[in-house]
Structures are given as structure tokens and as C-alpha cells.
T-cell receptor
Framework: NAGVTQTPKFQVLKTGQSMTLQCAQDMNHEYMSWYRQDPGMGLRLIHYSVGAGITDQGEVPNGYNVSRSTTEDFPLRLLSAAPSQTSVYFC??????????FGPGTRLTVL | GQQVMQIPQYQHVQEGEDFTTYCNSSTTLSNIQWYKQRPGGHPVFLIQLVKSGEVKKQKRLTFQFGEAKKNSSLHITATQTTDVGTYFCAGPSSGGSNYKLTFGKGTLLTVNP
């Protein structure tokens, strides 16, 4: 099992550009989440999904879109990148009532 | 909304000293999880506590869940350089299903060899 994979590892964008952060898991987990991590702020939930076709907003959803067409994939789209979106992004997956497995992260810089 | 607070934010110790981080929730939790993140890495699950007053040990790490299920602590005995990292607590935001977690801001532990 590869676990949770994320691509790319690093990305630099210019303000206004759009991009998609990819996340995939091969553990057949129902639940998937996106977090952003900023210095001193811990992990903040952006969007989450409880199954294919079902997504919902977390604590900081503005500027991000998600979709979940398959159990395995949960991409995060930045619609129009802003410097405030410079962060480290983690994808995680889990089964009901259990621990979350995190991917290695994507380090995004928006200039 | 639910808040999870962790103290201290930073802790620097000499190797061999003990370390404790504390976690407090604004609401009663059905369970609490602890994660460790090494510098440059991703969070890795350590443990989940479910019962009121529960105490669990993993080698030199001792985890406690408060009687009121609103607070928790992680204690490391005789720290080693391998313990360096940020320790996060996290509680479920809704229904206890753990798919929507609220994380504390973490305690960064550094260890001087």
C-alpha cells in the first residue's frame, strides 16, 4: 500500500493563477480531508468528504474547491491564488471512528 | 465553535528531562487523538483516548484523558533526541466520527543532546 499520496511536493504560483493539488489513497477509506498548516496555527480544516460524491466545508474553505468522484481521489482546487494561500497543505484519510492518515504534504508559495 | 487549546507552544529541554504538553477543549469530547509531526514531515497518529480518566502508555510516553473529557495530557519521561517534533492533540468536531477533527496549535519540543 502506498497510503496517502500527494502531488506536487512543491509549487510556486503567481497571484491569480489556478491549480489543483492532487491527493489519492489506496486504503479504501471513506473519509478524506484537506488541511492547511501555517506557522503557529496548527492544522486547519479546509474541506472534507465522507464518501464519493459528498463534500462539505471545514473551517477555512474560502478560495478552495473540492470534488470527490471516486473513493480514491480528492483533489483540491485553488481558483485564483493569493499570497495568503501560501502554506503547507496536507491531505488525510480515515475510516469511521479511527485515526487519520496524512500524506507527505504540498508546500505552496504564492508570489 | 469548538476550540482546542494546547500549552505550552514551545518547550526546550535537555536530553533526559521530562516533558509534558496539555490540551484543553471548550466542549466535552467523545475521544481525543494525539499526533506527532517531525520537522519537515507530516502528522503521524500516536494514540486515541476514549474513556473518562483513561491513561495509556507507549514506552516513555504517557497519555491521559481527563475525568470530564475536556482535557488531556502527554508526558514524555527522560526525553531523547528522537522525541523532537511538534505534538498535536485533536478532537472530533461533530458526532465523534473523527472525520472532522479540530486540532490544537501544537507544542514544539526541542531536545538539547
Amino acid at each position: 500500500n502506498a497510503g496517502v499520496t500527494q502531488t506536487p511536493k512543491f509549487q510556486v504560483l503567481k497571484t491569480g493563477q489556478s491549480m489543483t493539488l492532487q491527493c489519492a489513497q489506496d486504503m479504501n477509506h471513506e473519509y478524506m480531508s484537506w488541511y492547511r498548516q501555517d506557522p503557529g496555527m496548527g492544522l486547519r480544516l479546509i474541506h472534507y468528504s465522507v464518501g464519493a460524491g459528498i463534500t462539505d466545508q471545514g473551517e477555512v474553505p474560502n478560495g478552495y474547491n473540492v470534488s470527490r468522484s471516486t473513493t480514491e481521489d480528492f483533489p483540491l482546487r485553488l481558483l485564483s491564488a493569493a499570497p495568503s494561500q501560501t502554506s503547507v497543505y496536507f491531505c488525510a484519510s480515515s475510516v469511521r471512528g479511527s485515526e487519520q492518515f496524512f500524506g507527505p504534504g504540498t508546500r505552496l508559495t504564492v508570489l | 465553535g469548538q476550540q482546542v487549546m494546547q500549552i505550552p507552544q514551545y518547550q526546550h529541554v535537555q536530553e533526559g528531562e521530562d516533558f509534558t504538553t496539555y490540551c484543553n477543549s471548550s466542549t466535552t469530547l467523545s475521544n481525543i487523538q494525539w499526533y506527532k509531526q517531525r520537522p519537515g514531515g507530516h502528522p503521524v497518529f500516536l494514540i486515541q483516548l476514549v474513556k473518562s480518566g483513561e491513561v495509556k502508555k507507549q514506552k516513555r510516553l504517557t497519555f491521559q484523558f481527563g475525568e470530564a473529557k475536556k482535557n488531556s495530557s502527554l508526558h514524555i519521561t527522560a526525553t531523547q533526541t528522537t522525541d523532537v517534533g511538534t505534538y498535536f492533540c485533536a478532537g472530533p468536531s461533530s458526532g465523534g466520527s473523527n472525520y472532522k477533527l479540530t486540532f490544537g496549535k501544537g507544542t514544539l519540543l526541542t531536545v538539547n543532546p
